[in-house]
């Protein structure tokens, strides 16, 4: 029976699309006390993005097999925890994962971005910088970083972590914007001014640049070159900035 079941995971992972159809093909054979079963019903629940089911099914077998589990089945249950349950539960989970795993960016990124959501911004450094580490997941683990180190209280460290981004894609909105909030923070003004007029290219009838950039110029006591800016702005239409 192992063996039968481990074939049927091998063919759910090369179909994921078989993985519904089976489900329901299964929707009146119970499985619950039959381990190899269950094993097959979890990995087809999580690859059809039945994320709670899922988790209930893992942790059921888990229960049956006396805490015992594999590699894939902690890292499984783990993340469909984080999506059918995040908090608390699923923290405990990611982190057991990643006892057992030693290493794994997925996990790590998932971890950091949980800590973030529960306003643990300091412990989650540590985990986005490791998921950081590949390349697949290099955006979004910078980008979270960047913001953990600005809820941190390190603005230094979201400068580097944003100007990274914004180096890789000069166009994205939001990696500038928070490199220019990173840098007002950190006390670099003349640098945010220059980091707002990319999105005064990008975006030239938003408000929101135009208005920091002024704001920037006058506590940098610029009186004059601070209503020059608004007064350009309210010529390109910018509402807000012809008060």
């Not at 229960?63 to 699923?90: F, M, V």
């Not at 949980?114 to 300091?122: Q, Y």
């Not at 600005?150 to 580097?160: C, F, T, Y």
Request: glycine share 6%; aromatic share 4%.
């Amino acid at each position: 029976r192992a063996k039968a079941a481990i074939d049927r995971i091998d063919v759910l992972r090369a179909n994921p699309k078989r993985a519904e159809e089976w489900l329901e093909e299964r929707a009146n054979q119970p499985s619950r006390n039959d381990p190899h079963a269950l094993a097959v019903e979890a990995y087809a629940a999580f690859t059809a993005g039945q994320h709670l089911r899922a988790a209930e099914l893992y942790s059921k077998l888990i229960e049956l097999e006396d805490g015992e589990a594999t590699d894939e089945q902690l890292k499984n249950l783990a993340i469909a925890l984080d999506r059918a349950k995040p908090g608390a539960e699923s923290v405990e989970a990611i982190e057991r994962a990643l006892e057992r795993l030693g290493s794994d960016t997925q996990l790590s990124l998932l971890l950091g971005k949980r800590l973030m959501g529960m306003g643990r911004p300091k412990e989650a450094i540590r985990h986005l910088e490791m998921a950081a580490a590949s390349e697949d997941l290099t955006w979004s683990a910078r980008y979270d970083l960047g913001l953990a180190q600005l809820e941190s209280g390190n603005p230094r460290g979201a400068v580097k972590e944003f100007g990274a981004l914004v180096a890789r894609r000069p166009d994205d909105r939001g990696a500038i914007q928070n490199l220019a909030k990173a840098q007002v923070e950190a006390g670099m003004s003349e640098a945010a001014l220059t980091t707002l007029e990319r999105l005064e290219r990008l975006a030239p009838r938003e408000a929101e640049h135009w208005l920091a950039r002024a704001a920037i110029l006058q506590d940098l006591d610029r009186q004059g070159a601070a209503g020059a800016l608004l007064k350009r702005a309210c010529g390109l239409g910018v509402q807000e900035a012809c008060r």
